[in-house]
């Protein structure tokens, strides 16, 4: 255990890094300075990079939320031997390296790929739709990076709502729809949020969808980071990226964290 | 006689046609890019590269199953071994870790307890460049570096896998009854062989599907990795991004078909030993 916690310390290695200036190829000078945290702060590009993480990370989790959630229901309500099946190919699917994921994706939307001779054949596009490059591109590799975690996560706390809930309300004369968002919904919210979270926070330090995805025109920080180590071989201001990043995550969490608790004894929740 | 016209019968045989459709989609989006990985890897030999990619797949064959590179192969070898180290490092820190969250009285337990998890919310690629810095330090410090070898990159791995172990037994040593230790130990067992011969075997499915997810967690990780191999002695998923940011190789997807499948047959062992339910709800609930 006292190991570990020397491990845990020793994350905060890079932090002490990031204060000191880049010499070029990788050296670094002594003197204690805050250059690297005042050029990211003043400088659009890092700016911008910070931005379209969070933006990108965002939108994944909420379609994956959208994508999940009646996936995560179908699932724990169904009574047949099948469940079992769709519940395997989710784990399969979740466990398989992202890499291989984006091989598929690759294949699927090249130029002369299955999904674009549909739609050139159906004549629903002029030339060749692509997804590369793109910051829906980015935000797709993503989503499978993350929509089977998603789907487990929701699995498992829809499991927890009493089934007989559904069937009172039903009793009582709610429709399908009603009792999906007057009960369900409302039940499984903490754990919905805890999903969110989860899934913005992975996201947040998903390099290799993003990365191959993007392309090299759709930065995010973490794309930024593994660059300026291998290519501008910049370590002090790649530390700086990755205290930014952390502490974006950090921030951004608590801060949530904040407002639903806020939220919640403002009754705006009923959590 | 025919039922009659009811315009909510149809309502709702409307609505969950929708949801069902809507769900097949999830379904398809899911699985399309796996589905096509193993498609495409039965294509016979082509004359353009483009060709290779046809799906579905034209003049089945296993070409490209032959064409899979020594590298490939070395990488994969690499990723296995190091997988098998993880989930074993992650058992040997994480097991006796959740018994002493769960089980003793520790002042700051809540703060050991944020320590363990704290691998799941720091970005990994932080974990990544960390660890590198990390070595650099004590490279300079003992003349002895770390990165691009196996120990270096097993410590990483380790770093990221043991929560996951952690969770997974201490969500069921919170369920487990003491009072069954106890009734041993009052019937002349040794604390050590209640332990080994009560505890242990309720425990056993918790370390199993840790010891899986630390192994797949491994086994997938890319922005760890990179940052700690180098040319030459490089883990599967690394190899394999770097090939997709220089060019196409067709008999990646023979590579990665074989990947796939040995993680089907793995889910499918552990299907067997412990159940799909123990993994879910250990997981489900401790380890993410």
Not at chain 1, 3 to 10: G, T
Not at chain 1, 20 to 44: A, E, M, Q, S
Not at chain 2, 25 to 46: D, E, K, M, Q, R
Not at chain 2, 171 to 200: K, M, N, S, Y
Request: a positive charge; one cysteine or more; aromatic letters at 12%.
């Amino acid at each position: 255990m006292f190991s570990f916690i020397l491990v845990a310390a020793s994350q905060l290695v890079f932090l002490e890094r990031s204060f000191f200036k880049d010499l070029g190829l990788g050296r670094t000078g002594k003197d204690f300075i805050l250059d690297n945290y005042v050029r990211f702060f003043t400088d659009g590009f890092y700016l911008n990079t910070l931005w379209v993480t969070v933006k990108t990370s965002a939108l994944a989790a909420l379609f994956t939320l959208l994508l999940g959630f009646p996936v995560a229901y179908l699932i724990a309500r169904m009574r047949s031997r099948w469940a079992m099946v769709l519940l395997a190919s989710i784990v399969v699917s979740t466990f398989i390296t992202i890499v291989i994921k984006v091989y598929g994706l690759i294949v699927i939307f090249s130029a002369s790929g299955v999904l674009n001779k549909t739609l050139l054949s159906l004549g629903l596009v002029s030339g060749p739709y692509s997804i590369f490059g793109k910051e829906t591109g980015v935000v797709i590799g993503l989503m499978h990076f993350t929509l089977g975690f998603g789907v487990l996560l929701l699995y498992s706390v829809i499991q927890t709502i009493p089934r007989s809930f559904e069937e009172a309300a039903q009793i009582h004369g709610a429709s399908r729809w009603r009792v999906y968002y007057r009960v369900i919904f409302p039940l499984a919210l903490p754990g919905v949020t805890a999903m969110v979270l989860m899934v913005f926070n992975m996201c947040m330090g998903a390099f290799t969808s993003a990365a191959l995805l993007g392309g090299g025109r759709v930065f995010t920080l973490p794309v930024l980071i593994q660059r300026t180590v291998f290519m501008d071989i910049k370590y002090s201001m790649a530390a700086t990226l990755a205290a930014v990043l952390l502490f974006s995550v950090i921030l951004i969490n608590i801060l949530s964290i904040y407002l639903l608790r806020r939220m919640r004894a403002a009754h705006l929740v009923t959590v | 006689m025919a039922r009659p016209f009811s315009i909510h019968r149809v309502q709702r045989r409307l609505g969950k046609g929708l949801f069902w459709l809507y769900c097949s989609l999830s379904y398809i989006f899911l699985l399309a890019p796996i589905v096509v990985v193993i498609g495409t890897s039965f294509n016979g030999p082509t004359e353009t590269v483009d060709a290779s990619f046809d799906f579905p797949p034209k003049n089945l064959s296993f070409h490209w199953y032959t064409q899979i590179p020594r590298t490939q192969f070395e990488a994969l070898g690499l990723s296995f071994a190091l997988a098998a180290i993880s989930a074993v490092g992650a058992c040997l820190l994480g097991v006796p870790a959740a018994l002493g969250l769960v089980r003793s009285n520790l002042p700051g337990k809540a703060l050991i307890a944020a320590i363990f998890r704290a691998p799941l919310q720091i970005p990994s690629i932080v974990t990544g460049i960390a660890f590198l810095q990390l070595y650099y330090l004590v490279g300079d410090l003992t003349g002895l570096y770390w990165q691009g070898t196996l120990a270096g990159l097993a410590l990483g791995h380790i770093f990221v896998a043991t929560p996951y172990v952690v969770g997974t037994v201490t969500a069921i040593l919170q369920r487990f009854d003491r009072r069954l230790e106890e009734a041993a130990v009052i019937h002349g067992a040794t604390p050590w062989r209640a332990f080994r011969r009560v505890t242990l075997p309720v425990i056993m499915p918790g370390v199993y599907a840790g010891a899986l997810y630390a192994f797949m967690v491994s086994f997938a990780d890319v922005p760890i990795s990179i940052f700690l191999t180098v040319p030459g002695f490089v883990t599967y998923p690394v190899e394999i991004f770097f090939a997709l940011e220089n060019d196409f190789d067709p008999s990646l997807m023979a590579s990665a078909s074989v990947v796939i499948l040995v993680c089907l047959a793995l889910l499918l062992v552990m299907q067997r030993v412990v159940g799909l339910e123990v993994l879910l709800r250990t997981g489900g609930g401790g380890g993410r």
